[in-house]
């Protein structure tokens, strides 16, 4: 079976809820910062992304919030579908040509039908 | 966005040889990175490699264990030499190109991912 996520904290919502995960990022430098899923035996895949000098970017059915205060994150998922079951990824970055993105630790999402 | 693909998807390998992983992107890109998800973590940097110049490894990891090619815009090997158990992972080639905002954004891709097992 697939490994990612065995180990991660999970979220466990009810289809059709709003989801929401959080994430807590640890460079108050960073200016960028990615949202990725990733579902089982693939790689993360890009869903959302937001500046530092935005606190709310909406896609569809996602948000972003950003606090730069207490340096957080969240994503928030709109009518959750099973599709919609995987790990969610934080990243953040300085938002420059090069610089390394550094991965949260991993929310796993579980919607139950 | 780039389309990555990586070879091979999977592999089970004995200890103390080695591994040679291929990645390959459907479009020319400068920076691309190689990644390790080990068994229900989060992803860690190994290095990024740009065409035409040595690769930048991250703390932890050393060119002997983990050898990188860049030989054009395109495509990236990441070789795991002398295995161990402990080099049982999913290994992760990314790409760094030009996001939605156009040339100044910065958002990276990544490949489906090679998981190896260490026997």
């Known amino acids: 079976g697939e490994s990612v996520g065995l180990h991660l904290p999970t979220l466990s919502v009810q289809e059709g809820d709003n989801s929401i995960i959080n994430c807590a990022y640890s460079?108050?430098?960073?200016?960028?910062f990615i949202w990725y899923k990733q579902e089982s035996g693939k790689g993360p895949q890009f869903i959302i992304d937001?500046?530092?000098?935005?606190d709310k970017r909406q896609g569809q059915r996602v948000t972003v919030l950003l606090n730069k205060t207490v340096k957080h994150l969240s994503l928030q998922i709109a009518a959750t579908q099973p599709g919609d079951s995987a790990v969610y990824f934080c990243?953040?970055?300085?938002?420059?040509?090069?610089?390394?993105?550094?991965f949260g630790g991993g929310t796993r999402l579980m919607v139950k039908p | 966005s780039a389309v990555i693909s990586q070879k091979p998807s999977r592999d089970i390998c004995q200890r103390g040889t080695s591994l040679t992983i291929q990645c390959q992107v459907d479009?020319?890109?400068?920076?691309m990175f190689w990644y390790r998800q080990q068994p229900g973590q989060s992803l860690t940097l190994i290095a990024t490699?740009?065409?035409?110049?040595?690769?930048?490894?991250e703390s932890g990891f050393v060119i002997d264990k983990f050898p990188i090619s860049r030989p054009n815009l395109t495509f990236s090997t990441l070789t795991v030499s002398n295995m161990s158990p402990e080099d049982s992972s999913i290994y992760l080639c990314?790409?760094?190109?030009?996001?939605?905002?156009?040339?100044?954004?910065?958002?990276?891709?990544f490949g489906p991912g090679t998981r190896l097992t260490v026997t």
């Open positions: 990243a953040e970055k300085l938002n420059n040509a090069g610089n390394m993105l550094t």
């Open positions: 479009s020319q890109v400068t920076m």
């Open positions: 490699a740009n065409q035409g110049s040595e690769a930048t490894y």
């Open positions: 460079n108050s430098a960073s200016d960028y």
């Open positions: 990314s790409v760094e190109d030009h996001g939605s905002a156009g040339v100044y954004s910065y958002e990276q891709y």
């Open positions: 937001i500046r530092s000098n935005m």
